[in-house]
């Protein structure tokens, strides 16, 4: 069992930022895919961005790209997902999403979720 650790998430204004950490397991030498999705009441789970550990590709989400940067956190087992310029549809659920491998697009299979934390931005 994989065990994803978030953190960060909270209440801002719109314009403002906030920054969400996720804490994964890491395999010495292997390429993992590290993400988040995020979901609204009554809609589907939405992918956001995502980060493969070796080669550092990327990949966003059209509405968030130039906002959102996805990065290794300071910690070896982090990822960050900095979210600046936040907007009030940028409210959701924020779900870190795992996978051992690579992701090859912003919506390859996770394998795995963390609990999610709340992202709300009010205008």
């Known amino acids: 069992q994989v065990k994803l650790v978030e953190s960060g998430g909270g209440s801002v204004q719109a314009g403002g930022s906030l920054r969400l950490t996720c804490s994964s397991p890491?395999?010495?030498?292997?390429?993992?895919?590290i993400g988040w999705f995020r979901q609204v009441p009554g809609k589907g789970r939405e992918a956001v961005a995502r980060?493969?550990?070796?080669?550092?590709?990327?990949f966003y989400a059209d509405s968030v790209k130039g906002r959102f940067t996805i990065s290794q956190g300071s910690a070896e087992d982090t990822v960050n997902l900095q979210m600046n310029n936040l907007k009030p549809e940028d409210t959701a659920i924020y779900y870190c999403a795992f996978r051992f491998g690579e992701c090859t697009s912003l919506t390859t299979v996770t394998a795995y979720w963390g609990q999610g934390t709340q992202v709300t931005v009010s205008s």
């Open positions: 890491r395999v010495p030498r292997t390429s993992v895919c």
């Open positions: 980060y493969n550990t070796v080669g550092s590709a990327t």
